[in-house]
């Protein structure tokens, strides 16, 4: 009798994922996941090794939302699923789909004090919508496939499998194998009652607002929310991770006055967004606007603000029901109407505001004036990354997006360390386009040396970090030495001018120090044009001592 074919652990998690349609891997390994790693290679699946899980957690996280498919992470057991329960966190938050594999100590050996042993399926459940270890080794395409299902099914979020040592070095012949399917997405349209309530609210409206959140860019639903605004023809704001959903060169954009059009507006209509920190939580919103919220997920339906119409389902499909429902603008000649023409005059005053903070002359370089120079040269196709206190909060003003995907930042869960992780993932989701992460100094010390993750991956990112010499505000030389022999050091202080391009031309990249803006347009410019990795160190003004307030939670 022919003895049957075994199939180890490793293999079976490897091929279990390629069933599941897996591409790339993000991670780091160690005891004892190096064969999971090995025979995740020999799939023809690509495995990307950083040098720290919450950066390949943080990869992992931004992947999922790029890909509307679970990004993968696997981590080694104990440390290893600590750190990376940073990307399971934004995942969950952030509502993208991922799936952190963590190793585990043998099953024989739990509360012996085995190596790096901890309650990991426990530890994950709370910021998981699946957290589980495979009964048995036969079992593990089954769980790898409900991992994924959990993942993508209904409002998007993170997974979790565990995977004893025993279970990735044992085996089971192949006919005892589990087969499981390829997980799929299912879709759902609103009640058409409340398409037709929602409708009659929307033609009632006078001076409607719609609101368009980063849930409508994971969505792929930019053809409809497009079609939807040219036809009902209301003025449109997006948050930060739905820019270029609609054009931010569309006519009814009013970003610039967004204060104006929360308190002015009598509706309002929510696609993909949530009335968080980031909406102010609603109390910006006219106390009297009637609110029809477009959401996947009937919990999040009227948090923090009363509803009057709740559309539960798929985006797209939910919006192309209301753009049929609607008979056309909300009224003739919207941008006609006191309240459009009173939000366009705001947005240019705001707007000319704005564009004379670009020609700032001042030494060291204002943001502005820094993001200006950037700007300037940036191609049409460009991927953001933005990371930073107020290099992330004032880029969002500055930088514009035609097409939705193409800015990424730490979003709901304002979680610093994203960069890096961020940076490498949209590079290999965006292989022909160029990738560029504008950091803070303090946001980039999480991740620096993913710059050589980066080299090694063969990515050619181009990474600015915003140099003022500390969290939030910094001090210059002067002052940092004076305060330090007052031993009054603030606690926001780091060194100043710190030479971060000398760690990227330590790991075989190339960096550049700027001070003035025509040396960072002449270093922008040139990282454009080099198929590598490039660092600019840029430095600013460091700010000093200011009151710390983040703009986007304070009036615009």
Not at 262 to 286: E, T
Not at 412 to 435: C, E, I, K, W
Request: glycine share 8%; aromatic share 8%; with cysteine.
């Amino acid at each position: 009798m022919a003895t049957d074919r075994k199939c180890t652990g490793a293999q079976t998690l490897a091929r279990a994922l390629k069933q599941q349609g897996v591409e790339v891997v993000f991670g780091i390994v160690g005891i004892p996941v190096v064969e999971v790693a090995e025979a995740i290679q020999a799939e023809g699946i690509r495995f990307v090794s950083f040098r720290n899980e919450q950066s390949c957690s943080y990869a992992a996280s931004a992947w999922g939302y790029l890909n509307q498919k679970p990004g993968v992470c696997l981590v080694v057991s104990g440390p290893g699923v600590v750190h990376a329960l940073a990307g399971v966190v934004n995942s969950q938050v952030n509502t993208w789909p991922l799936v952190l594999i963590g190793g585990a100590c043998e099953t024989s050996l739990e509360g012996a004090g085995a190596f790096q042993e901890a309650l990991q399926v426990e530890m994950c459940r709370p910021y998981t919508k699946y957290s589980a270890r495979p009964p048995t080794i036969a079992q593990i395409p089954a769980t790898v496939e409900r991992a994924f299902t959990y993942a993508v099914a209904g409002r998007p979020g993170a997974a979790y499998i565990d995977l004893p040592a025993d279970y990735i070095q044992g085996s089971v012949p192949e006919t005892e194998l589990v087969r499981a399917p390829r997980f799929k997405h299912t879709y759902a349209q609103a009640n058409p009652a409340d398409i037709h309530e929602a409708a009659r609210i929307l033609a009632d409206a006078q001076s409607p607002l719609i609101i368009v959140g980063k849930g409508a860019s994971y969505a792929r639903a930019e053809e409809q929310v497009r079609a939807f605004v040219d036809k009902y023809r209301a003025p449109f704001l997006p948050t930060p991770m739905a820019k270029g959903v609609v054009p931010d060169n569309h006519p009814m954009n009013v970003s610039s006055a967004r204060t104006n059009a929360l308190k002015g507006s009598d509706v309002v209509l929510l696609l993909g967004a949530r009335v968080n920190w980031i909406l102010h939580f609603g109390r910006r919103f006219n106390p009297d606007a009637r609110i029809i919220q477009v959401d996947v997920c009937p919990e999040e339906m009227g948090v923090n603000v009363s509803i009057d119409v709740a559309l539960q389902g798929h985006l797209p499909l939910v919006l192309q029901q209301l753009t049929d429902a609607i008979q056309g603008p909300y009224t003739p000649g919207p941008e006609s109407t006191p309240f459009v023409m009173g939000l366009f005059e705001n947005a240019r005053t705001n707007g000319a505001k704005q564009v004379a903070k670009y020609h700032s002359d001042a030494l060291p370089m204002t943001y502005h004036r820094a993001f200006y120079e950037i700007k300037q040269r940036l191609p049409a196709d460009v991927v953001l990354v933005s990371e930073g206190a107020n290099t992330m909060d004032i880029a969002r003003t500055v930088y514009d997006f035609q097409e939705p995907r193409r800015r990424l930042d730490c979003a709901t869960y304002a979680n610093m360390g994203v960069g890096m992780g961020f940076a490498v993932a949209a590079q290999l989701h965006y292989p022909d386009s160029r990738v560029v992460a504008i950091v803070g100094d303090s946001a980039f010390g999480f991740s620096a040396m993913e710059l050589e993750t980066a080299v090694r991956a063969r990515l050619p990112l181009v990474v600015i970090v915003i140099n003022n010499n500390g969290i939030y505000f910094g001090l210059d030389k002067s002052e940092y030495d004076e305060l330090e022999r007052q031993g009054r050091l603030p606690s926001t202080a780091l060194t100043p001018d710190v030479r971060y391009e000398l760690i990227a031309e330590a790991v075989g990249a190339r960096g550049r120090l700027v001070k003035t803006p025509a040396e960072l347009g002449d270093a922008v410019n040139e990282a454009l044009a080099h198929n590598g990795l490039t660092l600019i160190n840029c430095l600013i003004a460091p700010g000093g001592h200011q009151k710390l307030q983040f703009a986007w939670m304070a009036g615009k």
